[in-house]
């Protein structure tokens, strides 16, 4: 899910709305300000109805944007790059580079989400015993015992939020990929077994039949009790399946990966350049003359960087007779590999850092140069590209 407008970065997160977004906050605040709020509040002006419908509704994103963070700062703290957060018509998705390679990173970067969502409730919850009203009760907040509130906006925003959250919390829980309890399980069952395949099985099972229960019971409202909402339930199961549905197929694709070591997807004879070359020579000798994407950077022996088309993009053409490759390089130390590494370690590792390629490493010793398209055209031809 890519943002269709960017709002801003927060902790160099970008962050960001898909259209869907304006959809459903349009139909939050008409819900609140034409159903729930003057069931709950009474007395209310129609102004001050939908003036308080718009503004909960926005901190309901706010809200929602809370735990996204919270996903995407664990997964800063661990190494994974994010892309941004996404807010849309089903809630919010931190985009990260790359899956977890660890269980443990998986239920850290997992559990933090609905915990941030209790920990909301819980001091919405404390804020607004500041609302008590002990005369005329109003909106009895059901995970606060016999509390109620007065009839204030102020009330009504905070009662909404605390209980909102804490049914964020709970939902997202739910053992059903790709929902947090979802995951949550499938780090579980990942670090039992020692198969990312098998729990991804069991967790995507979960989410599949998860939504097909949605999808039935929102069907069941709209048709047997002619209540619309169920169309809102069936839409969450429509996107739960079909998500559960894709991480499904995506594991199966990373196990055929799991099976092509990198030495049978590298390529074992790359061309290779000084640091004292122009760019002119990388170009025409290498990039054009023999199609390479990318040049490992030897001093004598010593591999002190790689250049690329990318860092080559950048420099001015009239400059490419005078322009060193050893200034324009990146330089050692290089992300690298093992020719034992898995290939789909590979382009985990190439997607978690943002890059194409990486020098494959045996002792020290530059013994290949393995890429995205390698891993891909190595998979193609032992027949284990599964894409059904």
């Known amino acids: 899910m890519r943002a269709s407008i960017r709002l801003g970065r927060i902790a160099g997160i970008d962050i960001g709305v898909h259209y869907s977004w304006f959809?459903?906050?349009?139909?939050?605040?008409?819900?609140?300000a034409e159903q729930l709020f003057p069931r709950e509040f009474a007395g209310w002006s129609q102004v001050t109805y939908w003036a308080t419908g718009v503004v909960v509704a926005l901190m309901l994103f706010a809200s929602v944007l809370v735990h996204e963070l919270?996903?995407?700062?664990?997964?800063?703290?661990?190494?994974?790059?994010?892309?941004?957060?996404?807010?849309?018509?089903?809630?919010g998705v931190s985009n990260l580079r790359a899956e977890a390679r660890h269980p443990r990173d998986e239920f850290a970067i997992s559990v933090v989400g609905p915990l941030t969502s209790v920990l909301l409730a819980g001091l919405l919850g404390l804020v607004?015993?500041?609302?008590?009203?002990?005369?005329?009760?109003?909106?009895?907040?059901?995970?606060l015992g016999e509390v109620t509130v007065d009839n204030s906006p102020a009330a009504a925003l905070v009662w909404y939020l605390a209980q909102i959250n804490l049914v964020l919390a709970a939902f997202n829980l739910v053992p059903a990929f790709p929902l947090d309890g979802g995951r949550v399980l499938r780090s579980i069952l990942w670090g039992l077994t020692g198969s990312f395949r098998k729990a991804t099985s069991v967790a995507t099972r979960g989410g599949q039949a998860f939504g097909l229960l949605a999808i039935g019971l929102g069907a069941l409202l709209v048709v047997g009790a002619g209540n619309l909402g169920g169309l809102w339930l069936a839409l969450i199961g429509w996107f739960l399946h079909s998500a559960a549905t894709g991480a499904r197929r995506e594991s199966r694709s990373r196990s055929g990966l799991a099976r092509v070591k990198v030495r049978e997807a590298m390529d074992a004879h790359p061309?290779?350049?000084?640091p004292e070359a122009t760019i002119s020579d990388a170009v025409f000798e290498h990039f054009v003359g023999r199609r390479a994407r990318s040049l490992p950077v030897f001093e004598g022996p010593t591999l002190v960087g790689i250049i690329t088309l990318s860092d080559i993009s950048v420099v001015p053409r009239e400059l490419?007779?005078?322009a060193r490759v050893g200034d324009r390089m990146t330089p050692a130390p290089l992300v690298h590999v093992s020719p034992d590494d898995d290939v789909s370690y590979v382009v985990g590792l190439l997607a978690r850092h943002g890059i194409n390629q990486a020098p494959v490493l045996e002792g020290g010793r530059l013994v290949g140069l393995v890429s995205s398209a390698h891993a891909i055209m190595a998979l193609q031809s032992r027949g284990d590209?599964?894409?059904g």
């Open 320 to 322: 490419w007779g005078s």
């Open 128 to 143: 607004l015993l500041a609302f008590r009203e002990d005369v005329e009760p109003y909106a009895s907040v059901w995970f």
């Open 70 to 91: 919270a996903h995407s700062m664990v997964a800063l703290a661990r190494g994974f790059r994010v892309d941004g957060i996404t807010l849309f018509i089903l809630g």
């Open 23 to 32: 959809a459903v906050m349009a139909l939050v605040s008409w819900s609140l």
């Open 271 to 274: 061309a290779t350049i000084g």
């Open 385 to 387: 590209l599964l894409v």
